[in-house]
T-cell receptor, first 114, second 114 residues
Framework: AQSVTQLGSHVSVSEGALVLLRCNYS??????LFWYVQYPNQGLQLLLK??????LVKGINGFEAEFKKSETSFHLTKPSAHMSDAAEYFC????????????FGTGTRLKVLA | ETGVTQSPTHLIKTRGQQVTLRCSSQ?????VSWYQQALGQGPQFIFQ???????GRGNFPPRFSGLQFPNYSSELNVNALELDDSALYLC?????????????FGPGTRLTVT
């Protein structure tokens, strides 16, 4: 069975500081991994996705994530946090057999301090 | 290209009532998945529809049911509403067999059960 674990339900960073949101996955097959952002009272917006091409994936709004098979990780980073980055972030893995569905992590709420 | 739309945006119902939520899939997509996101949690897979038939179901009781129409739009019906059904309901459309397994989310319907 596939799963994702997001370490840290709340992360606070200062404006301009590095953002690091952690995601570890469990999968017996090559995973398809996604990061989504959710602003208050809104739906999910795709930040980036890993689909077995490049291990370093660049997304929107300056975010990127590196797929590390040896560590079963797909951590999300951004070099310099902006106030507008404050939101909830979800890591998800897609099942690739049977019903293609997403399995989401529990989310990490990012707070950006002025 | 029209994105995924959902209606209504917000809904308030009383325990025991029935509710219908609607979703229009993105142009070119033939599969619709529904997710429930309770407050402070990650989205949970409810079920998926493909070719107007249920194509997989998560751990939700039978009072959660759905439909998919020939134009690929979909409905989520919930009977005998319970207080715990209060959540954001997200619809996602996709193309069955697409190599990236990516799903495209609508803005969600916020259901409050009192």
């Amino acid at each position: 069975a596939q799963s994702v674990t997001q370490l840290g339900s709340h992360v606070s960073v200062s404006e301009g500081a590095l953002v690091l949101l952690r995601c570890n996955y469990s999968s017996s097959v090559p995973p398809y991994l996604f990061w989504y952002v959710q602003y208050p009272n809104q739906g999910l917006q795709l930040l980036l996705k890993y689909t077995s091409a490049a291990t370093l994936v660049k997304g929107i709004n300056g975010f990127e994530a590196e797929f590390k098979k040896s560590e079963t990780s797909f951590h999300l980073t951004k070099p310099s946090a902006h106030m507008s980055d404050a939101a909830e972030y979800f890591c998800a893995v897609s099942t690739t057999s049977g019903t293609y569905k997403y399995i989401f992590g529990t989310g990490t709420r990012l707070k950006v301090l002025a | 290209e029209t994105g995924v739309t959902q209606s209504p945006t917000h809904l308030i119902k009383t325990r025991g009532q029935q509710v219908t939520l609607r979703c229009s899939s993105q142009s070119g997509h033939n599969t619709v998945s529904w997710y429930q996101q309770a407050l402070g949690q990650g989205p949970q897979f409810i079920f998926q529809y493909y070719r107007e038939e249920e194509n997989g179901r998560g751990n939700f009781p039978p009072r959660f049911s759905g439909l998919q129409f020939p134009n690929y739009s979909s409905e989520l019906n919930v009977n005998a509403l319970e207080l715990d059904d209060s959540a954001l309901y997200l619809c996602a459309s996709s193309l069955q067999g697409a190599p990236t397994y990516e799903q495209y989310f609508g803005p969600g319907t916020r259901l409050t059960v009192t």
